[in-house]
């Protein structure tokens, strides 16, 4: 398993990677996209493989990249989209985040 993303994310996807393997499936990268959890796959995507990742998902877009700390937000750093907790996003402004996604209301 390759991780790619901040700290703050490792246990959401150690927790993630050990849940798949009970299902038999290999969690292979994960990784940050604008601000998201991506986690790529190798093997079958059951119903319950899918909810799984729904769930890690849904927990890291509320949980600080950076130290893991909950609640966090998507905030706008230098351009890029990180979700960070107030005390590591500072004064950054808030992202805006479109609401289909990953059950975040915005
Ligand atoms: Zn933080």
């Not at 490792?10 to 292979?28: D, F, H, K, S």
């Not at 998902?57 to 990249?65: H, V």
């Amino acid at each position: 398993m390759r991780i790619e993303v901040d700290c703050g994310w490792y246990p959401i996807v150690e927790r993630l990677g050990e849940r798949l393997a009970c299902e038999g499936v290999n969690l292979t990268l994960a990784t940050e996209k604008w601000g998201w959890l991506r986690v790529y796959l190798d093997g079958i995507a059951t119903p319950e493989v899918e909810a799984a990742v729904i769930h890690a998902r849904r927990e890291a877009a509320n949980t600080c990249s950076k130290c893991g700390a909950s609640p966090a937000e998507m905030r706008a750093v230098r351009g890029l989209r990180q979700v960070l907790c107030p005390a590591c996003g500072g004064d950054a402004p808030r992202a805006v985040v479109r609401t289909r996604r990953v059950g975040q209301s915005a």
